[in-house]
T-cell receptor, first 113, second 111 residues
Framework: SQTIHQWPATLVQPVGSPLSLECTVEGTSNPNLYWYRQAAGRGLQLLFYSVGIGQISSEVPQNLSASRPQDRQFILSSKKLLLSDSGFYLC????????????FGPGTRLTVL | DAKTTQPPSMDCAEGRAANLPCNHS???????VYWYRQIHSQGPQYIIH???NNETNEMASLIITEDRKSSTLILPHATLRDTAVYYCIVRQYSSASKIIFGSGTRLSIRP
């Protein structure tokens, strides 16, 4: 069966520090991968998605970036965090084909101080 | 993707059926209705989806009206663990498959 992992589970970082969040998927190959962010009390906002290795589409211009160095690995990064980057970061995957169901990871709660 | 309208909050007694409505009056013929839920501090969880026929799985039932302009998610025997925000999403299949989540319905199950 497929599983999706995210780490760390929680993170507290100072403003201006770098960020690296990792997401890995097991049990599937060549999935679509997604990064979402949820600010406190708000809905989910799509940040990036990837249909393959090295292919990244950005939905919202900001100081975050994403990379997909391996088929089942998706990384969210920042060179300098802002206070507004605080939130709950969720990674999701979806099998290619005629199914449109996305499966979400447990999330990383980031607090920028 | 078509826009959806859901009540911001609902409550239901434990053990009773929870019926969550969703309006999607601008849905087009190739768009599916999806339901996800998000329990506090967890990632969203897929529940069910359908095109025009009613669907049932181990978690819930999905009733779609004949004109497809609205649907209802039914949790047949709600438990306290069903307390969550429920999202109704209407979308057509695409290679990128970007889900746009609205504000959903906050369902509270009372003992």
């Amino acid at each position: 069966s497929q599983t999706i992992h995210q780490w760390p589970a929680t993170l507290v970082q100072p403003v201006g520090s770098p960020l690296s969040l990792e997401c890995t998927v097991e049990g599937t190959s060549n999935p679509n991968l997604y990064w979402y962010r949820q600010a406190a009390g708000r809905g989910l906002q799509l940040l990036f998605y990837s249909v393959g290795i090295g292919q990244i589409s950005s939905e919202v211009p900001q100081n975050l970036s994403a990379s997909r160095p391996q088929d089942r690995q998706f990384i969210l990064s920042s060179k300098k965090l802002l206070l507004s980057d605080s939130g709950f970061y969720l990674c999701a995957w979806r099998e290619k084909g005629n199914t449109d169901t996305q499966y979400f990871g447990p999330g990383t709660r980031l607090t920028v101080l | 993707d078509a826009k959806t309208t859901q009540p911001p909050s609902m409550d239901c007694a434990e053990g009773r059926a929870a019926n969550l409505p969703c309006n999607h009056s601008t849905i087009s013929g190739n768009e599916y209705v999806y339901w996800y839920r998000q329990i506090h501090s967890q990632g969203p969880q897929y529940i069910i989806h359908g095109l025009k026929n009613n669907e049932t799985n181990e978690m819930a039932s999905l009733i779609i009206t004949e004109d497809r302009k609205s649907s209802t998610l039914i949790l047949p025997h709600a438990t306290l663990r069903d307390t969550a925000v429920y999202y109704c999403i209407v979308r057509q299949y695409s290679s990128a498959s970007k889900i746009i989540f609205g504000s959903g319905t906050r369902l509270s199950i009372r003992p």
